[in-house]
T-cell receptor, first 110, second 112 residues
Framework: SQQGEEDPQALSIQEGENATMNCSYKTSINNLQWYRQNSGRGLVHLILIRSNEREKHSGRLRVTLDTSKKSSSLLITASRAADTASYFCGANQAGTALIFGKGTTLSVSS | SAVISQKPSRDICQRGTSLTIQCQVDSQVTMMFWYRQQPGQSLTLIATANQGSEATYESGFVIDKFPISRPNLTFSTLTVSNMSPEDSSIYLC?????????FGPGTRLTVL
């Protein structure tokens, strides 16, 4: 079964706008990781947030984690056409594999 | 970090045949995983393959269909047996050496 569930499933925005994707999970977790996948390409690791962290930043990316709500959000600021991709969140318990949600497909138009 | 390579990168196979996918990691890792990504879908965990023990399969995946070998700490194979068009997917190898989970480039399989 899937651990993370992203929403929305699809998101279309203009360049320069911010994009927010949400992810929910079902059980207690050790950490949660966000990945990007361009069409037909491999997974690119974006950011990891541990269960005892609430917020992390990396460049234009901001991730939050709310363990009480079992949810996380990924914010991409000042989106670019190159951000067009599918985004997946995966969550795991200690010593186990990431279980992924269905993903959000982001389309950024110029 | 870990760098993962997979062979083949892609293949087109006939139904009823089998394909073995190889995964090579540039460092020793205890935990190795195999995932499947069906067209337009997310990643689904097939099994966990730890060196020195039998692979552990997730619900919906069985050893007869997806036999896995893990002969050492840097290498694993996944075989997709008796293939059907429904097996057309990207198969990804993944390792978890510490905090971040790393993924190979994937093997794109098309079954005719």
């Amino acid at each position: 079964s899937q651990q993370g569930e992203e929403d929305p499933q699809a998101l279309s925005i203009q360049e320069g706008e911010n994009a927010t994707m949400n992810c929910s999970y079902k059980t207690s977790i050790n950490n949660l990781q966000w990945y990007r996948q361009n069409s037909g390409r491999g997974l690119v690791h974006l950011i990891l947030i541990r269960s005892n962290e609430r917020e992390k930043h990396s460049g234009r990316l901001r991730v939050t984690l709310d363990t009480s709500k079992k949810s996380s959000s990924l914010l991409i600021t000042a989106s670019r056409a190159a951000d067009t991709a599918s985004y997946f969140c995966g969550a795991n318990q200690a010593g186990t594999a990431l279980i992924f949600g269905k993903g959000t497909t982001l389309s950024v138009s110029s | 970090s870990a760098v993962i390579s997979q062979k083949p990168s892609r293949d087109i196979c006939q139904r009823g045949t089998s394909l073995t996918i190889q995964c090579q990691v540039d460092s020793q890792v205890t935990m190795m995983f195999w995932y499947r990504q069906q067209p337009g879908q997310s990643l689904t965990l097939i099994a966990t393959a730890n060196q020195g023990s039998e692979a552990t399969y997730e619900s919906g995946f069985v050893i007869d269909k997806f036999p896995i070998s893990r002969p050492n700490l840097t290498f694993s194979t996944l075989t997709v047996s008796n293939m059907s068009p429904e097996d057309s997917s990207i198969y990804l190898c993944s390792v978890y050496p510490g905090n971040e989970q790393f993924f190979g480039p994937g093997t794109r399989l098309t079954v005719l």
